[in-house]
C-alpha cells in the first residue's frame, strides 16, 4: 500500500522568539501567526514553522533540543487509524497521542514517534483527510 504524507509544520528551536519572528517577516514577508499561549509560528501558504526557545521546549520534544535541529510534523492523507495500524506491525512505538494539536490549517488530532536520534515526529489527521 502507498501511502502519502504531505507536510504540516516544522518545529525550529530558536535562541529567540522575537528576533526570529522578525526575520521571517522582514527577509521572507511571512507574518507569525500566534497560538497556544502566545507561541508564534510564521507561516508559509498551508505549511508554519512553529518557533520554541531555547531552554523553554515543549513536550514531546527531541532528545537534547538546541538551535539548528527541528522537530516534523506530516499531515496524514489516510486516517490516524490507519497510520496507526500501518506503524503496529513494523514495531514502532509511538511515544505520544492521539492528542489534540493545532496544526497549519488548524485543529487536528496527532500521534508521535522518534526518529533513530530521537527526534520526535509526528504523524496528524485533519478531518477532511478522514
Do not use: W
Amino acid at each position: 500500500m502507498t501511502q502519502r504524507a504531505l507536510l504540516d509544520h516544522l518545529v525550529f528551536t530558536v535562541r529567540g522568539i522575537v528576533a526570529s519572528s522578525d526575520l521571517y517577516r522582514s527577509a521572507l514577508g511571512k507574518e507569525a501567526l500566534t497560538f497556544a499561549e502566545g507561541r508564534k509560528a510564521p507561516a508559509f501558504g498551508r505549511q508554519k514553522i512553529d518557533l520554541q526557545e531555547y531552554g523553554k521546549e515543549f513536550e514531546p520534544r527531541a532528545n537534547t533540543p538546541k538551535p539548528g535541529p527541528a522537530d516534523l510534523c506530516f499531515a496524514r492523507t489516510e486516517s490516524l487509524d490507519a497510520a496507526i495500524n500501518h506503524l503496529e506491525p513494523l514495531g514502532v512505538e509511538i511515544c505520544e497521542g492521539l492528542v489534540d494539536r493545532v496544526g497549519a490549517m488548524g485543529s487536528t488530532r496527532s500521534v508521535y514517534i522518534h526518529d533513530p536520534d530521537m527526534k520526535p515526529v509526528e504523524s496528524s489527521g485533519y478531518p477532511e483527510f478522514s
